[in-house]
């Protein structure tokens, strides 16, 4: 349970915390030991959740709505943008995903983290418990925040696979028509015949985008020889195959695929025009 949770920890302060937290356990003089271990835990998951979902990102999204006297994003807020990013229930719902369920696991989500808060308060039960039950108890509390995390991972995953399926097309034309610099200083002149996408993978919603990573091959015919050459049949055409990869973020609004959206990072790898191995 310890080397799952480590690898589910997103920074080095949180390591560290964990690592602290754990340490507690082992001071077996301290007749809080428990309780300080509980109390670190349920700390470790609200800093966990806010580096999920800054402040600034939930209350710019659409959905946002104003619930506390401060103005802070509530607990189940949080989830929710860990959740779902920007996206409105409205589009979710078009889209095909279950928003009652997600609501649902929001609420449950929210109630698994406030469970650890009842290890942390200090009564004649939990205090200077016998080390049977502080083993007992202390993987429960573990259980709890591993859960935690898994149940927004599962959901997350979840609503990227049902956006998957509305990309394919749109992504693959669009990218037909983008300059590809790399071609460009292979011959001069090029056309370009089509690409064939072969893989691509919602990496992240956020409160604005929603970024996606994209391969494949880009089909070419380089065209050598000048005006004259090419009329007189002295011209050459080769016709090739290169692998790309890209990003394109749509910008989130009220429909997805947005036709709102950038091309970044596009690149076509020509190692094999020069005779470079994989």
């Not at 209350?59 to 409105?88: E, M, N």
């Amino acid at each position: 349970m310890i080397a799952k949770i480590k690898k589910i920890l997103k920074s080095q302060f949180e390591i560290e915390l964990f690592e602290s937290a754990l340490r507690n356990l082992e001071d077996e003089e301290n007749k809080l030991r428990y309780n300080n271990f509980a109390y670190s835990i349920r700390e470790l998951s609200r800093h966990f959740l806010h580096s999920l979902s800054p402040e600034n990102s939930v209350k710019s999204c659409s959905w946002y709505k104003t619930i506390t006297d401060d103005d802070k994003p509530t607990r189940a807020q949080r989830i929710k943008y860990a959740i779902q990013g920007g996206l409105s229930d409205e589009l979710l719902t078009k889209n095909g995903f279950d928003i009652e369920e997600l609501r649902e696991v929001i609420k449950s989500t929210k109630n698994i983290i406030g469970s650890l808060s009842k290890y942390t308060h200090i009564n004649e039960d939990i205090f200077d418990i016998p080390k049977s039950d502080v083993d007992l108890q202390s993987k429960e509390v573990l259980e709890i925040f591993a859960e935690f995390v898994e149940t927004i991972d599962h959901y997350r995953q979840d609503l990227k696979s049902s956006l998957d399926g509305e990309l394919d097309d749109h992504i693959l034309n669009e990218i037909i028509w983008t300059s590809f610099n790399e071609v460009d200083i292979l011959a001069p002149h090029h056309q370009i015949e089509y690409s064939e996408l072969e893989d691509y993978e919602i990496e992240e919603i956020n409160n604005e985008f929603i970024t996606v990573s994209v391969n494949g091959n880009l089909n070419v015919t380089l065209e050598y020889g000048s005006k004259n050459e090419r009329r007189d049949g002295d011209g050459l055409d080769l016709h090739e195959s290169f692998p790309f990869t890209g990003i394109v973020k749509y910008k989130i609004g009220t429909e997805f695929p947005s036709k709102d959206y950038e091309v970044e990072d596009l690149n076509v790898d020509t190692g094999s025009w020069y005779g470079e191995e994989e």
